[in-house]
């Protein structure tokens, strides 16, 4: 059969066809009709079978006929039945139809009930850069389909300027529902914070959770003390434990000392406790410290708790803190031993004092050698520490963990630490330059380099040693350990004493 004939055939099912003959005459004219066969299927657009006119909505659309499209689609995306609705609003981005109608046919599809309707909606406007209704618009932003919302806030954001868009985001962002408000909150530029305030401070009592810490986010850019004394009042009623995290955080970052009490009451908190042991090192109020005191030897408090109480202890710097974080070093958490080393890092940071650096020293040289879990912790927190090289140089000749060793021989360059015994380093660069582990190696090259430029002494056999670099640059994996050996090899060329 010919397509002339096929498309006769067509005609007369498309007349005289039960409802499944009329569907397939619709598709089949869809796909092999000419233009003139488009106003055809519009003749046939109140067709009672919805099957009929969710075909002809396709056939239109594919028969690429922008007139027809226009004659007919504009209706059939108010069609009663959602799959015909779904069609024709295809046909229309498809055939890139656009005008009044059809901006006000995809406005009300912003509120349809089927979600696949709302993306073509959505799609539709994107294609003719409009928003459509502003508020059916900014109303998607809480919709529960992200497919949806994540169009949506596109859009919102390409017009937020547009004055109907702007008017509705500021709307909804001072009481939309819930999940729009959030989103409307986060698209409403800075500058329109102080307009909106008075509901962003009523918003702190919102029954939603999520917006409660949204608004709180906002109102803690701003720098009145109106806004500071909400959050501080928000935090002392909330009781969901991610907003009072949120909270914690926010006035610990202003140093507001009135985070204390609460602070205090969410330390046993799983989700809060460890933002409340940061927030109570931060304000260091006497009544926090001792907090923190307790915190971190009280077993039943959640150990990421722990381990942030012995963080802000080092950081608070008090006379006691060294002792207090020096026996969690053997913690069976972690995570609290991490909090330790941290605490103790910033500790000496800081500068301790002449009679805590040995002990501190010693603690952290073992812990380097007997937790794995924080070797590049516990070596930061090393790091000037002169008392400890002759640990570290015992680390280094006996330790079996090639993470150690490359630790605690990156701590022997001179750029770190030096004492009296530092002339005798070079011998253990150039031997950890055959250590099996490349990390190791790369560690030796750049103390080598370190060595050589700071002592200013040439090593003995430098030949073999200039050799022995050049090969390990020509076996290295990684580029970081072949500029080490580079400098190593420059720094043996600029080096003007004779050999140690």
């Given amino acids: 059969m010919g397509s002339q004939q096929q498309i006769a055939f067509f005609l007369r099912e498309l007349e005289d066809g039960d409802t499944w003959r009329r569907a397939a005459a619709a ?34 659309g594919r028969l690429g006929v922008a007139e027809a499209g226009h004659a007919v689609l504009p209706g059939l995306m108010d069609d009663e039945d959602p799959w015909v609705r779904r069609r024709a609003s295809r046909s229309a981005i498809l055939l890139g139809l656009d005008g009044p109608a059809i901006v006000d046919a995809f406005s ?28 059916a618009l900014v109303a998607l932003l809480g919709d529960p389909d992200g497919a949806v919302w994540g169009r949506a806030r596109s859009l919102v954001y ?33 500058h329109w914070t102080e307009r909106i305030l008075d509901s962003l401070v009523t918003g702190l009592r919102d029954e939603s959770p999520q917006v409660r810490r949204t608004v709180a986010r906002r109102l803690a850019d701003e720098e009145d003390m109106r806004s500071q004394d909400a959050l501080v009042e928000a935090l002392e009623t909330e009781q969901d434990a991610d907003a009072a995290e949120l909270l914690l955080r926010l006035l610990a970052e202003r140093g507001d000392e009135r985070v204390t009490g609460p602070a205090i009451r969410w330390l046993g908190d799983a989700t809060a406790g460890s933002s409340a042991a940061s927030a109570l090192g931060v304000v260091g109020t006497r009544a926090a410290a001792h907090a923190l005191r307790t915190a971190v030897t009280d077993g039943a408090l959640p150990c990421r708790t722990r381990a942030n109480a012995a963080k802000a202890i080092g950081r608070a710097g008090r006379w006691d803190a060294v002792w207090l974080l020096l026996p969690l070093l053997d913690d069976s958490d972690g995570d609290v031993r991490a909090g330790a080393v941290e605490g103790l890092d910033a500790l000496v940071t800081d500068g301790l004092r002449l009679w805590e650096r040995h002990s501190v020293a010693r603690a952290l040289v073992a812990h380097l050698a007997a937790d794995p879990n924080t070797v590049w912790q516990t070596h930061n927190a090393l790091i000037g520490l002169a008392e400890a090289l002759p640990g570290l140089r015992r680390i280094v000749d006996r330790s079996p963990s090639a993470d150690v060793r490359a630790a605690a021989l990156s701590l022997l360059d001179t750029h770190n630490a030096t004492d009296e015994d530092t002339e005798h380093d070079l011998a253990r660069f150039v031997r950890a330059l055959d250590d099996p582990d490349e990390t190791v190696r790369h560690h030796a090259a750049e103390g080598l380099a370190h060595w050589v430029v700071t002592t200013g002494v040439r090593p003995q056999d430098e030949q073999r040693l200039r050799a022995r670099l050049t090969d390990l640059a020509a076996d290295a994996s990684q580029a970081e350990t072949r500029a080490v050996v580079d400098e190593a090899l420059r720094a043996l060329d600029g080096c003007g004493r004779f050999s140690a």
């Fill in 158 to 190: 390409d017009f937020r300027k547009d004055p109907a868009v702007r008017t509705e985001l500021v709307r909804t962002a001072e009481q939309g529902a819930p999940d729009a408000r959030v989103q409307a909150l986060e698209l409403l530029p800075k």
């Fill in 108 to 135: 009300r599809l912003l509120r349809d009930p089927d979600h696949h309707l709302r993306i073509n909606a959505l799609d539709g406007l994107r294609a003719l850069g409009v928003p459509g209704d502003a508020r």
């Fill in 27 to 60: 598709k089949g004219l869809g796909r092999i009709g000419r233009d003139e066969h488009a106003w055809v299927l519009v003749g046939s657009a109140h067709d009672p079978a919805a099957e009929v006119r969710e075909a002809l909505a396709g056939g239109v």
